[in-house]
């Protein structure tokens, strides 16, 4: 399995940003993308998670009204629209995967947990400032 993010950069204080992870070597629908962010000094917290096989998410409550979280299954790619960027939103965010087929739990109970996705992007930046 690979994960490779695009995206991400610098914006203004309510401007948008647009976070792409390209998902490959998934053989079946059974699994699930979580958006992770890690800030200085901060541990990294889940984003938001969405299952593939039947389009569930899950969400942190800050972000939930601001961000969006999309899987467009033709260029398997999963999008986090991010609007209304505040500069707490600040971090290097990470896509993760796991495999509920295998693993036995998907978005739910794991997408707060980064120790429950095997499989993890390299990383994009987001800086939110004025």
């Known amino acids: 399995v690979q994960l490779v993010e695009s995206g991400g950069g610098s914006a203004q204080p309510g401007g948008s940003l647009r976070l792409s992870c390209a998902v490959s070597g998934f053989t079946h629908d059974d699994y699930a993308i979580g958006w992770f962010r890690e800030a200085p000094g901060k541990d990294r917290e889940g984003v938001f998670c969405?299952?593939?096989?039947?389009?569930?998410?899950y969400s942190l409550d800050s972000v939930k009204d601001r961000f969006t979280i999309s899987n467009d299954n033709a260029k398997n790619e999963v999008l986090l629209e991010m609007n209304d960027l505040k500069p707490e939103d600040t971090a290097v965010y990470y896509c993760?995967?796991?495999?509920?087929?295998?693993?036995?739990?998907?978005?739910?109970?794991?997408?707060?947990?980064?120790?429950?996705?095997?499989?993890w992007g390299q990383g994009a930046q987001v800086t939110v400032s004025s």
């Open positions: 969405i299952s593939i096989g039947d389009g569930r998410t």
């Open positions: 993760a995967a796991l495999d509920y087929y295998y693993q036995g739990y998907g978005c739910y109970g794991a997408w707060e947990h980064s120790e429950k996705f095997p499989y």
